[in-house]
Each structure stands twice: as C-alpha cells, then as structure tokens.
C-alpha cells in the first residue's frame, strides 16, 4: 500500500486541494489481489475508484476503447515465431491520464492529518473510472504514432515501425502491451492476459497451465479422476430432471481457455445448457475438468519454420442436436502449421447448409486477412 502512494508522488497522479464549489469527489478504495507476473512476483494491491457510481453525460463522456481480439495476439505470435523476433510483455502498473476534471477522496486508511477535508484532483486517472481505458488508449497511440509507428489500416490496437531493415510491433490490450522486434529469439517466458509464452529458438509455446490448476482449485476439482478425453464419442446430451446451480461459472471458467482447442466442441456443448443445467449436464462439465488435470500444460506451439500460408477446414455434424435435430459445425484457420482461430457452434437451419458454412468460413477469412494487412 505504501509504495502504490510512493508512485502516485513519484508519478505526480494527483494534488491535494480544496474541493470546489458543487464538487462531488468520488471515493475509492483499496483492491487486495495476488498477481503473478512474467518474473514469478506478485503483486498485492491497487487502489482504483468505484466507476460504477459515475454517471455519463456528468462524470465522463466518451469511453470506448480498441481492444486486440484474441486471434489477433495469436496471428501476433505466430508472425513473430516465423520472423524470428523476440516478444516482451509490459503491464502499465500504476495510472493513466485523463482529459476531464476528476476528484476523488482521500484513502482510506492514508487521510493528512493536516488537512483530512481536502480532496485530491488527479492528474491521471486510477484504475476504476469508466473513461479510464479511452484515456490511455489516446495517450498511447499519440504518443507511438509520434515516434514514427504506423497504425493499422483495420486493426486500432496494432502499430508497426519500420527502420533500416528493422521491423519492431507493438500491440496494445488495454492496460497490456506485448512488443517484438527482428532480433534473435531466445529462451523467456511471460504473461500476457493469463497467457504463459515460451520462446526459444525453434519457436513459441504458448499454454494456461496456472489458469487451469486455478480452475481446477476454485471448484475442488483437484482430486477428481483424470481424463485422457473431454468428451466421449457416444456423448448426446438433453433435457434432464435435477438441477445444479454451479454449472454456469464452470462454463464460464472454461470458455476462458484460449489456448485449448481441443476442448471448445465439449465446453459450447454443454454451454446450450446453462440457462437450466442439469446433473447429466454437470457430469459432462466434470470429465472436461477432469481431462484438463489430466493435461494441464497442453497449448499451442507456432513453429519458426512455419509459413505465412493462410488455410483453413470446416466440418459438420448431420442433424447432431438430439432435441431440435440441428447440426454442428467447426472451423479452424491457420497460418502454416500455426492454429490462429477456430469456432464450433450450433447451425441455426434445420439440417446441414453447405451455403451457411461457407459463409461463415468466408466470414471469418476476411476478418483474420484484414488482422493481417
């Protein structure tokens, strides 16, 4: 807590002042969390205000800000192992800047014994303020295209420089920055967004192996029985008798592993069923955890000998949904050897429409060119 303030002084984030005439500071609060970084050290608290009780139109005005899909960072690193570039990861720790007036109130626990009415006026923003993200999005980009990096025609959140033969990217994710350039690669290992990255000279391994013990913990499936497969073959679930109200935030914990492929038919399968889960349903939940400890460190690896080819499959099931008879299909795209994006979904026709599948691959094509471009 005491080097959180340190920073704020280092930084100059904020002045202590007397509140203005109508001036209603916001107050905040301290967030206590255990983050792991690249490093293996944690970090244990932040201080961010309660953006929720922020009104728009009075509080703050605009705040979207780009954020990097997920096949975009995969596009990313697959790029980057085939080129040879090493990848950092840097996380902006403290605070960001902001364009409208803000007060908040003094810490609790931290108020100046001389003058504990004053409220502090930022000159950045805390974590929590809804505006927040826009903010440091604008700064960022200001800052990256005045140094000379282009920024995507399509993609917002991706910057490229070009010097001498050099090439360095850099893509942003909110408060998360993962950065290369065309030197050799050697051995390290990262986070960014939960993701574990290992590089080495053949390539980059990219796995949750920590989100999937975390999991594994939150819903005391540490000791259940190891799987060698999520699902099994004659699986076909629906309509049961008996519910369980844990099922929806196992779904959710699941549909967070992006790095695992091999799961998603199994987790959008019994996602059909989260409006009212029933025991069969949960007992098809459990053998995916059950086969995630079994295989804790699976992930991705996107090879330096791959290619830059662009290629893709599609499959479907024929009319595999047991209560409405409609099929399922899967899609995958990668580049070289190198998985970038896949889906599996329920067809929302009656039977198998060759018409529909291909206009979702065209779909999804046109999305990862333009990631590319």
């Known amino acids: 807590m005491h080097e959180e303030l340190e920073n704020f002084e280092r930084n100059h984030v904020r002045d202590l002042v007397e509140p203005p005439p109508n001036c209603l500071p916001i107050g905040t609060k301290w967030v206590f969390k255990n983050k792991r970084g690249w490093d293996g050290c944690e970090e244990q608290s932040e201080i961010g205000s309660p953006g929720f009780r922020r009104k728009e139109g009075i509080d703050y005005e605009e705040t979207f800000a780009p954020v990097a899909r997920l096949e975009a960072i995969r596009i990313l690193l697959a790029f980057a192992a085939s080129k040879g570039f090493k990848l950092q990861q840097m996380d902006v720790k403290y605070a960001f800047r902001t364009e409208e007036e803000v007060y908040v109130r003094q810490p609790p626990g931290f108020e100046s014994a001389r003058f504990p009415d004053r409220v502090y006026k930022l000159r950045k923003a805390l974590y929590g303020p809804k505006q927040a993200p826009r903010a440091w999005y ?75 013990r975390d999991i594994l913990k939150k819903f005391d499936m540490g000791d259940s029985k190891p799987m060698t497969t999520p699902m099994s073959t004659n699986t076909a679930l629906d309509a049961d008798e008996d519910g369980e109200a844990e099922f929806r935030g196992m779904i959710g914990s699941l549909r967070a592993t992006v790095t695992r492929p091999n799961i998603r038919f199994a987790v959008r399968l019994c996602a059909r069923y989260r409006a009212s889960p029933r025991t069969s349903h949960r007992q098809a939940v459990k053998r995916i955890f059950g086969y995630l400890k079994f295989t804790p460190e699976l992930g991705l690896w996107y090879s330096s000998g791959s290619s830059l080819f662009l290629r893709g499959f599609s499959d479907a099931d024929h009319l595999g949904c047991r209560i409405d008879r409609k099929s399922t299909s899967g899609t995958c795209q990668l580049l070289g050897t190198s998985l970038v994006s896949w889906s599996s979904h329920k067809l929302q026709v009656e039977g198998v429409d060759n018409a529909l599948i291909k206009g979702e691959i065209e779909s999804q094509w046109t999305g990862l060119i333009a990631l590319l471009v």
Do not use: C, N, W
């Open 138 to 212: 604008a700064r960022l980009k200001s800052f990256l295209l005045k140094s000379g990096f282009v920024m995507g025609s399509v993609d917002k959140t991706l910057f490229l420089l070009s010097r001498g033969g050099d090439t360095t990217i850099v893509r942003i994710y909110v408060d998360d920055i993962i950065f290369g350039g065309s030197s050799h690669a050697l051995v390290s290992s990262e986070f960014f967004l939960g993701l574990q990255i290992k590089q080495g000279p053949e390539g980059t391994f990219v796995h949750q192996a920590k989100y999937t």
